[in-house]
T-cell receptor, first 110, second 113 residues
Framework: QKEVEQNSGPLSVPEGAIASLNCTYSDRGSQSFFWYRQYSGKSPELIMSIYSNGDKEDGRFTAQLNKASQYVSLLIRDSQPSDSATYLC??????????FGAGTRLFVKA | SQTIHQWPATLVQPVGSPLSLECTVE??????LYWYRQAAGRGLQLLFY??????ISSEVPQNLSASRPQDRQFILSSKKLLLSDSGFYLC????????????FGSGTQLSVL
């Protein structure tokens, strides 16, 4: 069964620190990878997408992809209390089905 | 810009009652539409997706059904709800050209009692 695995956390970091979120996926055919942020009681919001090995930066967010290791990560620099949320990792093999991980809860302490 | 509307926001229904959740998308044509369910502490589970009017693909066999009567309207239904149907239901859309980036509605928290 195709899976996306994440540490459920919670991951707690002080304000201003770097938060590092990780995920692994089982389907080597996965081509596209995504990070969604989900505040409690709200719907997921797409924050990053990555398709090639290496790093992709967008503001305070950096997504990293290593297809050989089947590993995706998200770094959040200068973490803010407003970054406190659950972060969902997702993988798509090119079809209509995107597989989501269960999410990592992040707490940023002021 | 594109927007997606989903209602109701919360719903409490007795076991055995029917269900109808509706979702509409504005600002785009021929979107791919999806229904996901999120159980507490779990990842999102794809229930149905649709690439066009009347075209529905089911991912998980269950007592739910979906319909797409119009290009930008997607409906999730059940004739008789089960306790296990409780969860957070999310409608989403993606551009037809790229199936990948999903944009979610605000969700419906369904409690079956």
């Amino acid at each position: 069964q195709k899976e996306v695995e994440q540490n459920s956390g919670p991951l707690s970091v002080p304000e201003g620190a770097i938060a590092s979120l990780n995920c692994t996926y089982s389907d080597r055919g996965s081509q596209s990878f995504f990070w969604y942020r989900q505040y409690s009681g709200k719907s997921p919001e797409l924050i990053m997408s990555i398709y090639s090995n290496g790093d992709k930066e967008d503001g305070r967010f950096t997504a990293q992809l290593n297809k050989a290791s089947q590993y995706v990560s998200l770094l959040i620099r200068d973490s803010q209390p407003s970054d406190s949320a659950t972060y969902l990792c997702a993988a798509n093999t090119g079809g209509f089905k995107t597989i989501f991980g269960a999410g990592t809860r992040l707490f940023v302490k002021a | 810009s594109q927007t997606i509307h989903q209602w109701p926001a919360t719903l409490v229904q007795p076991v055995g009652s029917p269900l109808s959740l509706e979702c509409t998308v504005e600002g785009t044509s021929n979107p791919n539409l999806y229904w996901y369910r999120q159980a507490a502490g779990r990842g999102l589970q794809l229930l149905f997706y649709s690439v066009g009017i009347g075209q529905i693909s089911s991912e998980v066999p269950q007592n739910l059904s979906a319909s797409r009567p119009q290009d930008r309207q997607f409906i999730l239904s059940s004739k008789k709800l089960l306790l296990s149907d409780s969860g957070f239901y999310l409608c989403a859309w993606s551009m037809a050209a790229t199936n990948e980036k999903l944009f979610f509605g605000s969700g419906t928290q369904l409690s079956v009692l």
